[in-house]
């Protein structure tokens, strides 16, 4: 068992909640969270990007490879065992290395940023299915303000999670995963540009990439 993985169930075990994963995510997965790092039609303009809950860095190692020499990585991580990961990665790791110097870990919750300068693109790994329904709402909306307009704020769950949760919960929390599903689903009726289906992923998942208008 590699140590990422040791890390991830130890912490699934311990902050069930905010972990909300018992292994970082796979490849496929990582590359479609990434799908609107690359800079649009060979653009050179330098470009801010952000990763919310970067765990121990899988989809982190995607979206280096994804950025332009022009661009920045802000890490935003609230659990202190993985920002030790991440720092340790940022220092020593060859994936991490050809962008280290671009790259900043804020070592907080993602609320905790400040408003401004916005970013470009966010890519979330945030476990939002765990979370009570306002937690979902404010947290989504604080992602979307810290977009600049035109920004790509991308995220991903898993199929049929909810479905299945629903099916061995009480009437509370049935209530809460169709708050969550309605929450959801209204901001990706309002501003869903595209959708990845990541099969290959254990378990598989959907990526939502929503498009904030103004
Ligand atoms: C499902 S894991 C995803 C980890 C990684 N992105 C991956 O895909 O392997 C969720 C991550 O979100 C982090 N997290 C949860 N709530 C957070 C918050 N409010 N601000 C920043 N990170 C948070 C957790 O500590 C954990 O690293």
């Given at each position: 068992?590699?140590?990422?993985?040791?890390?991830f169930?130890?912490?699934?075990?311990?902050?069930?909640r905010?972990?909300?994963?018992?292994?970082?995510?796979?490849?496929?997965?990582?590359?479609?969270?990434?799908?609107?790092?690359?800079?649009?039609?060979?653009?050179?303009?330098?470009?801010?990007?952000?990763?919310v809950?970067?765990?121990?860095?899988?989809?982190?190692?995607a979206?280096?490879?994804?950025?332009?020499?022009?661009d920045?990585?802000?890490?935003?991580?609230?659990?202190?065992?993985?920002?030790?990961?991440?720092?340790?990665?940022?220092?020593?790791?060859p994936?991490?290395?050809?962008?280290?110097?671009?790259?900043?870990?804020f070592?907080?919750s993602?609320?905790?940023?400040?408003?401004?300068?916005?970013?470009?693109?966010?890519?979330?790994?945030?476990?939002?299915?765990?979370?009570?329904?306002?937690?979902?709402r404010r947290?989504?909306?604080?992602?979307?303000?810290?977009?600049?307009?035109g920004?790509?704020?991308?995220?991903?769950?898993?199929?049929?999670?909810?479905?299945?949760?629903?099916?061995?919960?009480?009437?509370?929390?049935?209530?809460?995963?169709?708050?969550?599903?309605?929450?959801?689903?209204?901001?990706?009726?309002?501003?869903?540009?595209?959708?990845?289906?990541?099969?290959?992923?254990?378990?598989?998942?959907?990526?939502?990439?929503?498009?904030?208008?103004?």
């Amino acid at each position: 068992m590699t140590s990422d993985l040791r890390l991830f169930l130890r912490e699934f075990r311990d902050t069930y909640r905010t972990t909300g994963a018992i292994a970082p995510s796979g490849r496929a997965l990582a590359r479609a969270l990434g799908r609107y790092v690359p800079p649009p039609n060979g653009s050179t303009a330098p470009r801010r990007i952000l990763e919310v809950g970067p765990g121990t860095g899988a989809v982190t190692c995607a979206l280096i490879r994804a950025l332009a020499p022009s661009d920045t990585l802000d890490l935003v991580e609230l659990n202190d065992r993985f920002a030790s990961r991440l720092r340790e990665r940022m220092a020593h790791d060859p994936e991490f290395r050809p962008a280290a110097a671009r790259m900043r870990l804020f070592h907080q919750s993602v609320e905790e940023l400040p408003r401004e300068p916005a970013y470009d693109v966010i890519v979330s790994g945030l476990p939002l299915n765990n979370f009570a329904v306002e937690d979902v709402r404010r947290l989504l909306d604080v992602m979307r303000q810290r977009l600049a307009v035109g920004g790509v704020l991308s995220f991903f769950e898993y199929v049929w999670i909810r479905g299945l949760k629903a099916l061995v919960s009480g009437r509370e929390e049935r209530g809460r995963l169709r708050g969550i599903a309605a929450t959801m689903q209204a901001l990706l009726n309002e501003q869903e540009i595209h959708r990845d289906l990541v099969w290959t992923n254990l378990p598989p998942a959907w990526v939502h990439h929503v498009r904030r208008k103004a």
